[in-house]
């Protein structure tokens, strides 16, 4: 079955400081991976996503992530951030198990905090 | 392109009474639907989803239900609310061709 985990629920950085959000993954099929930003009393809203094409992806606001096979990782990046970055952070993997239902199976979310 | 609207934005319900949520998308045909709850400091939790007019799968048992009368109209609906309904409750589409969702604005429940 898949799932995923996020590493540290909370990450805090400093504006202009790299940030690095950590998610790994268990597939048993390669997956479709995702990244969303839920910003306070808002809906998700889709960064990037992984669908087996380029390894490394580039997504809205100017971030990225590296699809990593071999440590079945799929971390969000961004070389530099902005107070307008605060937000809650997921990351997705496709339910492959459940064919046509495009069921998503969340990790349980990373708060960025960014300190002025 | 495609949009997807969720009412009301707030609700406060007092226990017992009955819920009716609804969300609709416009410019897509025979989307996925998704339908998500955020209890406070908690992830995601998908409650049901369906893949067509009057199919639904329930992810967790529950005094919850859903409903799809059109093909892009998802409603949750409750009989009689309880405190731990209280949370943020998202809807979502996606193509059937496709696994990403598109989150509605949301729904803030709260019971009393």
């Known amino acids: 079955a898949q799932s995923v985990t996020q590493l540290g629920s909370h990450v805090s950085v400093s504006e202009g400081a790299l940030v690095l959000l950590r998610c790994n993954y268990s597939?048993?099929?390669?997956?479709?991976l995702f990244w969303y930003v839920q910003y306070p009393n808002q809906g998700l809203q889709l960064l990037l996503k992984?669908?087996?094409?380029?390894?490394l992806v580039k997504g809205i606001n100017g971030f990225e992530a590296e699809f990593k096979k071999s440590e079945t990782s799929f971390h969000l990046t961004k070389p530099s951030a902005h107070m307008s970055d605060a937000a809650e952070y997921f990351c997705a993997v496709s339910d492959n198990g459940s064919s046509n239902t495009g069921k998503l199976i969340f990790g349980q979310g990373t708060t960025l905090q960014v300190k002025p | 392109s495609q949009t997807i609207h969720q009412w009301p934005a707030t609700l406060v319900q007092p226990v017992g009474s009955p819920l009716s949520l609804e969300c609709t998308v416009e410019?897509?045909?025979?989307?996925?639907l998704y339908w998500y709850r955020q209890a406070a400091g908690r992830g995601l939790q998908l409650l049901f989803y369906?893949?067509?007019?009057?199919?639904i799968s329930s992810e967790v048992p529950q005094n919850l239900s859903a409903s799809r009368p059109q093909d892009r109209q998802f409603i949750l609906s409750s009989k009689k609310l309880l405190l731990s309904d209280s949370g943020f409750y998202l809807c979502?589409?996606?193509?059937?061709?496709?696994?990403?969702?598109?989150f509605g604005p949301g729904t803030r429940l709260t019971v009393l």
């Open positions: 369906s893949v067509g007019i009057g199919q």
């Open positions: 992984y669908t087996s094409a380029a390894t």
């Open positions: 979502a589409w996606s193509a059937l061709s496709t696994d990403t969702q598109y």
């Open positions: 410019g897509t045909s025979n989307p996925n």
């Open positions: 597939s048993s099929v390669p997956p479709y």
